[in-house]
């Protein structure tokens, strides 16, 4: 159950499973979350409400997680929000391209929750 000052995380994956199965982890630590099935839903959701933290699928319909990462990272001040990509790409060219793209971290599917959830508690303030 979120609380009042819950960090927000917003989860984007064009899989409605694994975004209920995100949505029932994350809020169960306690943080606030909201959803996205696509690249163009999850930047709208974005900038209506400035999440702290995104996880980005990066292969998603009408925009892909790359292109999300590099829009946020160009428009946004030293806030940014730290950017976690969950993705089946998983060749070192693709991982380079995620960071080149403004992710902190490049989880290859189907990645552990917890071990997502130790790079966001990890993260330096």
Not at 29 to 45: C, F, K, M, N, P
Request: charged share 20%; proline share 8%.
């Amino acid at each position: 159950m979120p609380t009042a000052n819950a960090e927000r995380v917003l989860i984007a994956d064009d899989d409605p499973n694994l975004l209920d199965a995100y949505l029932l982890f994350f809020e169960g630590q306690g943080y606030e979350v909201r959803t996205a099935s696509d690249g163009v839903e999850a930047l709208g959701q974005y900038w209506a409400w400035l999440p702290a933290i995104v996880i980005l699928d990066i292969q998603m319909p009408r925009l892909d997680g790359w292109t999300v990462a590099k829009e946020i990272r160009r428009l946004t001040d030293s806030a940014a929000p730290l950017l976690l990509a969950v993705t089946g790409l998983s060749t070192p060219s693709e991982r380079a391209e995620s960071i080149r793209c403004g992710f902190a971290h490049h989880f290859i599917k189907p990645a552990p929750l917890p071990d997502i959830l130790a790079a966001i508690v990890s993260r330096p303030s």
